[in-house]
Structure formats: C-alpha cells, structure tokens
Nanobody
C-alpha cells in the first residue's frame, strides 16, 4: 500500500512557474514507478511525466517536453514536478500516481493515486 498527498498547486499567469510535490508513505514507494497525471474539465485524465524507481529514466508527454521536469527524492519519499513557461492549456487537476511495475504514461496501469492539486493558468 502507498498513500500519496499532492501539494503546490495554485493560480499563476501564463509564462509563470509552479512546483508540485507529492509526499508518499508506504515502505515500497521507493521501488515503484511514479508519475504525474492531469485532468482538465470535460477531458480524460492524461499522463504528463513519469520517473523510474531509481530516478534515472524519465518520460514526458509531448505537450510538456522542455517545460516540465519530474524528479524524486527517495530519501524523503517525495516526488516533484517543476513546471515552467506555463500555458492556459496546462490548467487542470494534477495527480501523482504510483505503480509496481514498468513505467508507462498509461493512466489505467496505475494502482495508487493522490487526491489531486489544482493548477490554474490565466492568460
């Protein structure tokens, strides 16, 4: 079992930055693939960025490449998402998630989810 709690969301103008955090509990967290996902109103949840258990390999959705950076600190059981050059289309509820298995951006593969943190970007 893994429990996940996101924080760091808020409202920002286009071009601004935010840093999301996801605090995890559960002794197996460090062995899990973890990632960030988002869901905008009226749209399906989508993968944003994922990172392997060792923190070495990352994968990004095309829409955020070059602007977002995912990282994890396994000593602190914490996952991060640094979001720069934010656009109005980045507005969504952002969730962190974890799975015991290979890393993928596929939403349905993830077993554990946080409650989400809202990010709103105004033009």
């Amino acid at each position: 079992q893994v429990q996940l709690v996101e924080s760091g969301g808020g409202s920002v103008q286009a071009g601004g930055s935010l840093r999301l955090s996801c605090a995890a509990s559960g002794y197996r967290y460090r062995s899990y693939c973890v990632g960030w996902f988002r869901q905008a109103p009226g749209k399906e949840r989508e993968g944003v960025a994922i990172i392997t258990s060792d923190g070495i390999t990352t994968t990004y959705a095309d829409s955020v490449k070059g602007r977002f950076t995912i990282s994890r600190d396994n000593a602190k059981n914490t996952l991060y998402l640094q979001m720069n050059s934010l656009k109005p289309e980045d507005t969504a509820m952002y969730y962190c998630a974890a799975r015991d298995g290979y890393c993928t951006l596929e939403v349905l593969r993830y077993n554990y989810w946080g409650q989400g943190t809202q990010v709103t970007v105004s033009s």
